[in-house]
């Protein structure tokens, strides 16, 4: 119960189907999967949960030093699995949590069936031949301006806890979570995100894997979407038509079909 | 525009009468204000895009802000393209997901980037424009120059960081005059045990509680736990004068009356003006080599009287009397004795911890008071002064916020008799 309640996992979907574990990435929490939730629940158990020091994880369970590395959120991805002993789960992994799902798959190599990486990117930050996308110094801006923003954010997002009157299907309970961190805790998380370096993690994946990446996406980039598939063997790669670093959200249909198509082959 | 309700709160006629009332022709200057000129002129930037975030119109205040020709835009970048890098980011992770899931966002702090690549600090509000059926359609965004707000920003937090420095600071300073006024280790006896606690109740002042145990020159060995009223600075001075006013009249006259009547003169003439005073048990210990305890003789000037913890499991509060120190010019103080044999422990403490106020009490006052206190010692005994000093250390925890005083435990233990 320790492990559910700190990363307040949710068990949804189809009991007794082949398990998927959806992880969310950066910035917001395990509702950015809201729109996927029904058609991959319906022939698949899901597993939601929100990384600690987000969405509505314990708070107590916060520690900068353990979080201060993508290998702490791998950890408490593993002990998710073991704590509901979940046998050969998918993991889905949206953004930074490709790379946390690549560290627990190599750490522990049986866990998992298959891994999707949505919009991976191993490093954000250009190097040599390699293009990510950004310089130190836009890293060094959005971790000064995390810093710096903490007055007008945190007042910015006061209406979404009084909720959103002409939407009450959100919920008061949703509004006042989604993508609502700690200052503090975002800026570690932050840190370990754009700060990691993943690349040579990559060859070791053992695992069936697929790609999405988005036609469009200021994040990751498709040249990064193509350095991750070569870079896992017999990996696919799929390219959904969609704008956004967030597909789940902004082409929700088109990335559950995906999802799905693969799982489904990777089952059989 | 015109005004035809004749119920109009601001009381514009009908239009056959704009003579009399005040309508728009009253402002002759309105009419260089259509629609059109308020848009492109408007003293915010206005921002039409897409889904996906293709810029499809934008204003003229924005441009010129930006230093694009509409051609360069229009069709041709996404607004996060004007963003910084870092902007960027935060805005494919949390601007545009909140974007997507609640329909609208408003007052985001963020930066663009001009054309000539200087940054400006503004505050960003979008909606996402729904078409007839509520499908949406795309997002409109208005924008607000934030030059000024983001100074002030800066400055309040340059003064957080100040003050939190200060903090530092004085936690630090405080810690260190603290320390100076407790020994910095505790020394023990030959043959007997010791233990000693304290607790302040805040990080923020020096609290007013001390205590000391030192040998003297001949074998035995001076002892003493005190409160000074109040706290802080004042306290701390008072605190300082006590106790070394106590070891340096032990050296002459080893007489713990006589050392409470010489502190209680002393505060009287430097302090009673501010009304300061202490309370204080004074002890001069005897180490009874061939039992393997000691006898203690003890004064002691208007504190909590001490417990005994004997190796039977009884206990008891050894009796005192004498007035608080340093409140009246003429206390006399007596000496009491105390026999401590092996498997027995003496246990002196401030009363932080009888008067706190733990959750759930249920004494009259919600104090934690003395008789409780009785029933936790006689739950320890016998016990040995390291266990005893542990235990209230525990017991401390669970008061929580209840304990509003800082407090102070010593105990000093004969080891049981060897088998």
Same mark, same amino acid.
């Given at each position: 119960m320790r492990v559910r309640n700190r990363n307040n996992v949710v068990v949804t979907g189809r009991q007794g189907g082949p398990t998927v574990v959806l992880a969310h990435g950066f910035g917001c929490d395990q509702q950015m999967w809201r729109h996927v939730v029904a058609e991959i629940g319906q022939w698949a158990q899901l597993v939601l949960f929100d990384h600690v020091g987000s969405g509505k994880a314990d708070p107590a369970a916060w520690d900068a030093d353990r979080y201060a590395s993508l290998d702490g959120y791998a950890d408490d991805v593993l002990s998710i699995c073991q704590d509901l002993d979940l046998q050969q789960p998918v993991f889905v992994g949206h953004s930074v949590s490709s790379s946390i799902g690549v560290l627990a798959a190599n750490r522990e190599p049986d866990r998992f069936s298959a891994l999707v990486l949505v919009t991976p990117s191993p490093c954000y930050i250009d190097d040599e031949n390699y293009r990510g996308g950004f310089t130190r110094d836009d890293i060094d801006d959005l971790l000064g301006s995390l810093e710096s923003n903490y007055l007008g954010w945190s007042s910015s997002m006061a209406p979404l806890i009084m909720g959103n009157p002409e939407r009450p299907e959100l919920g008061e309970e949703l509004t006042a979570s989604f993508c609502r961190t700690d200052p503090a805790m975002a800026q570690v998380f932050a840190r370990a995100t754009f700060l990691s370096d993943n690349r040579a993690d990559l060859a070791a994946v053992s695992v069936p894997t697929l790609i999405l990446q988005c036609a469009q996406d200021a994040i990751a980039p498709p040249e990064v979407g193509a350095f991750v598939h070569a870079q896992i063997a017999g990996s696919r790669l799929v390219t959904l038509d969609a704008t956004g670093h967030c597909p789940q959200l902004s082409a929700p249909e088109a990335t559950a079909a995906a999802i799905t198509s693969f799982c489904r082959a990777a089952y059989r | 525009m015109t005004a035809t309700s004749g119920h109009d709160p601001r009381g514009q006629g009908s239009g056959d009468d704009r003579s009399a009332q005040p309508s728009e022709a009253g402002f002759?200057?309105?009419?260089? #204000?259509?629609?059109?000129?308020?848009?492109?002129?408007?003293p915010c930037g206005h921002l039409s895009t897409l889904l996906d975030g293709t810029i499809a119109k934008i204003n003229g205040t924005l441009l010129t802000w930006l230093g694009y020709r509409r051609e360069e835009l229009v069709g041709q970048r996404r607004f996060s393209d004007l963003l910084t890098g870092g902007g960027r980011i935060y805005h494919e992770t949390h601007f545009a997901p909140i974007l997507a899931m609640q329909g609208e966002i408003g007052g985001v702090s963020l930066e663009l980037r001009t054309k000539d690549g200087t940054r400006m600090p503004v505050l960003v509000t979008s909606i996402v424009k729904a078409g007839s059926e509520g499908q949406p359609q795309l997002i409109r965004t208005a924008i607000f #120059?934030?030059?000024?707000?983001?100074?002030y920003e800066r400055e309040l937090l340059d003064a957080r960081k100040a003050a939190e420095r200060e903090d530092e600071r004085l936690r630090h300073l405080v810690g260190k005059l603290q320390r100076s006024l407790l020994p910095a280790v505790l020394q023990t006896p030959p043959g007997l045990d010791s233990a000693a606690y304290y607790r302040a109740a805040s990080t923020d002042h020096v609290g007013g509680d001390f205590y000391d145990l030192f040998p003297l020159v001949d074998g035995r060995w001076g002892f003493f736990l005190g409160d000074v009223s109040g706290k802080g600075v004042e306290a701390a001075a008072v605190t300082a004068l006590a106790r070394y006013t106590l070891r340096a009249a032990t050296v002459y006259d080893p007489?713990?009356?006589?050392?409470?009547?010489?502190?209680?003169?002393?505060l009287w003439q430097e302090y009673r003006e501010d009304a300061r005073y202490c309370t204080v048990v004074f002890g001069i210990l005897t180490p009874t080599t061939a039992v393997g305890g000691f006898t203690a003789i003890i004064a002691s000037g208007g504190h909590p009287e001490p417990l005994l913890l004997r190796a039977d499991g009884s206990i008891h509060y050894h009796p005192t009397k004498g007035r608080i120190v340093g409140a009246f010019p003429d206390s006399r103080y007596t000496n009491t004795t105390v026999?401590?044999?092996p498997g027995d422990t003496f246990l002196l403490y401030s009363d932080g911890l009888t008067e706190a106020r733990p959750v759930g009490s249920e004494t009259a006052d919600g104090r934690y008071g003395a008789p409780a206190l009785a029933r936790f010692a006689r739950s320890l005994a016998p016990t040995t002064a390291a266990a005893a000093v542990t235990a209230v250390t525990a017991l401390l925890d669970t008061f929580g916020a209840g304990l509003t005083d800082d407090t102070a435990v010593l105990a000093i233990g004969a080891p049981p008799h060897r088998a």
């Open positions: - | 002759p200057a309105l009419l260089e #204000d259509d629609l059109e000129d308020l848009y492109e002129n408007a #120059d934030a030059k000024m707000r983001r100074a007489d713990p009356a006589a050392a409470l009547h010489n502190l209680n003169t002393v026999v401590v044999n």
